[in-house]
């Protein structure tokens, strides 16, 4: 009995089993696509500070130095201090403007045109006279439209180069505390702030 039994699996199992490889496979096959975006990244090199100078030739070449008028003296004569020397030649409403040769540069990982701004932080255009007894003389700063653009040659540095080099022109206007306009007075001016921005034009989509 048992061997009909095994008999009968064993027939049974090898009719299943011929089936199995009789039936042909099926497959389906496609090609898709892969596209990878790099995003284009930008590094912003600048100066933190900007410590301006303004000289006494740029005060309108003010007069340093004079003979008093009676120009002797036999020890006991007073020297004049009524004719007063003009030492502040840039009138009320004049403007100083200074060029920042370079103050930026912009690398990055393509090709796109780059557009650097450069304009005042907010509250940081106005700088306030810091020495004694002086704090109401300010000096409002402005960009000018000036491009300013670096002329050095960065052939040299191949792929390394910088995709842009520039500067800035500003213009300080002084005035005093009730916004008129003052000769600039002696002292150091501090709390101007500028904001230096770069972009690129186009780009890649997402």
Do not use: H
Not at 142 to 169: I, K, M, N
């Amino acid at each position: 009995m048992n061997k009909k039994i095994l008999g009968l699996l064993a027939a049974s199992a090898a009719v299943v089993g011929s089936a199995i490889f009789a039936t042909p496979a099926r497959a389906v096959q496609q090609d898709v696509d892969v596209n990878l975006t790099v995003d284009e990244v930008l590094f912003l090199r600048t100066f933190e500070t900007i410590d301006l100078r303004v000289s006494q030739g740029e005060l309108g070449d003010a007069v340093d130095k004079d003979f008093n008028i009676d120009g002797t003296t036999d020890g006991t004569a007073l020297i004049d201090t009524e004719n007063i020397p003009d030492l502040r030649d840039i009138d009320g409403g004049d403007s100083v403007t200074k060029t920042i040769r370079e103050l930026y540069a912009v690398w990055g990982n393509g090709d796109s045109n780059v557009t650097v701004t450069v304009v005042p932080s907010p509250g940081g255009e106005q700088l306030t006279n810091g020495e004694a007894g002086r704090a109401e003389v300010k000096a409002n700063m402005t960009v000018t439209t000036r491009q300013v653009t670096s002329d050095r040659d960065f052939t040299d540095l191949r792929d390394d180069a910088p995709l842009v080099v520039g500067g800035v022109e500003l213009q300080f206007d002084f005035v005093d505390d009730t916004d008129r306009a003052v000769s600039p007075q002696a002292g150091r001016y501090s709390g101007g702030r500028l904001t230096v921005e770069a972009t690129t034009i186009g780009g890649t989509a997402n």
